[in-house]
Nanobody
Framework: QVQLVESGGGLVQAGGSLRLSCAASGGTVSSYHMGWFRQAPGKEREFVAV????????FYVASVKGRFTISRDNAKNTMYLQMNSLKPEDTAVYYCGAVRGSYAGANYYRAADNYDYWGQGTQVTVSS
């Protein structure tokens, strides 16, 4: 089974940028639908973005559209989340996840329960 390790989190001022990485081992990022979620204190895990297995489809939560970009580098076996114009409300622990199987429609990947594998998370803190 695939193991996922996130990195790249940190403390940044509002308006700044961060790039999160999700490195995979025991499997390849191109073999899974790969997503990013986040969880703020006292809140449920929230869908952020997904990149489908084919690499041709991406979906984002409305609050990050135009600011965040999900991508992957097959050669490095790593998925990324480029986050620009960060806001204090983006503060959360960010998790990457992987889903096996055929494409199941955009809404399927918005539900954390549908993910088969998770990383341990990386903290992102945006100061105002």
């Amino acid at each position: 089974q695939v193991q996922l390790v996130e990195s790249g989190g940190g403390l940044v001022q509002a308006g700044g940028s961060l790039r999160l990485s999700c490195a995979a081992s025991g499997g390849t990022v191109s073999s899974y639908h790969m997503g990013w979620f986040r969880q703020a204190p006292g809140k449920e895990r929230e869908f952020v973005a997904v990149l489908t297995l084919s690499g041709s489809l991406t979906f984002y939560v409305a609050s990050v559209k135009g600011r965040f970009t999900i991508s992957r580098d097959n050669a490095k076996n790593t998925m990324y989340l480029q986050m620009n114009s960060l806001k204090p409300e983006d503060t959360a622990v960010y998790y990457c996840g992987a889903v096996r199987g055929s494409y199941a429609g955009a809404n399927y990947y918005r539900a954390a329960d549908n993910y088969d594998y998770w990383g341990q998370g990386t903290q992102v803190t945006v100061s105002s």
